[in-house]
């Protein structure tokens, strides 16, 4: 089995893909990958050769380059999203309290959605296009900072289409785990939709809230609209299966239908 890696970028539908993912590889040849280059080297090390060279899938929320080089030089995939709505959906996690290193600077119970725009964290700044072309930090502004905006794009995409064997889109997810299937020879599971929010705590964005996220994610929106026209191109072409995509959602669809039942029946 050839090695993978998945390039897992925050609030890109990763979480239910990792579980796609868990269901293709047993835990034992499972390795996940911080942003932490050194963590991952002693981790890895302190494997034993047999355990290592079992280790097919490597995931986790790391940049392009891992500095481990079995990850680096694995099959890597990944998701993207409309930055605006990946931004959001991260606003929307720190404001529940999900983000621990955030907590004491941005407690739920008194959150504002202005001051946290405003405070110039580097999670909320053109990550998709760091996780694409940092080594270490996810979100470090070290490297896109010394490059000029369109030079950072050119580079983020130059590694999407060279060093990424295949990309998806998480506002066409399902259409992307026929890509991922087509090309790396998966049965395809059934998934359920992992991280959703409830209506009730939803945060309400205003205009100038979407405009202030996108100014600040220019970069991220040209290389989304890039990629996005390349990834449709390839969904509208005779390439895509068309069929097997309709096969899939009717049988995963009265899978999870089922299963939702059975549920609901023992509660």
């Known amino acids: 089995m050839n090695r993978l890696r998945f390039l897992h970028i925050p609030k890109t539908a990763g979480t239910t893909f990792t579980n796609i993912l868990h269901r293709q590889y047993p835990a034992n040849r499972r390795f996940g990958l911080t942003a932490n280059i050194a963590e991952n080297q002693n981790r890895f090390a302190a494997l034993t050769e047999e355990e290592r060279s079992h280790i097919a899938l490597f995931t986790g929320h ?140 939803r945060l309400e964005f205003e205009q100038r809230h979407l405009d202030k996220i996108a100014e600040l994610n220019a970069i991220d929106l040209e290389v989304f609209t890039h990629a996005k026209e390349t990834f449709l191109n390839l969904r509208n072409s005779a390439e895509f299966d068309e069929d097997k995509l309709k096969r899939f959602r009717r049988i995963n669809n009265k899978l999870v239908g089922n299963l939702v039942r059975i549920r609901e029946y023992f509660q």
């Open 62 to 201: 790391a940049p392009i380059t891992t500095g481990l080089n079995e990850a680096d030089s694995a099959t890597i995939i990944t998701f993207l999203r409309d930055p605006v709505s990946r931004v959001k959906s991260f606003c929307q996690h720190v404001y529940a309290g999900k983000s621990p290193h955030l907590l004491k600077q941005f407690p739920p119970e008194n959150f504002s959605l202005d001051e946290f725009l405003d405070s110039g964290g580097h999670e909320l700044t053109n990550v998709q296009t760091k996780m694409l072309i940092n080594t270490g930090n996810c979100s470090s502004p070290k490297l896109i900072n010394s490059m000029s905006p369109a030079d950072a794009r050119d580079l983020a995409l130059d590694n999407l289409y060279k060093k990424v064997a295949h990309f998806g889109l998480q506002e066409y997810f399902d259409e992307s785990l026929i890509i991922f299937s087509s090309a790396l020879n998966w049965k395809m599971p059934v998934y359920f939709t992992r991280n959703t929010k409830k209506s009730a705590h």
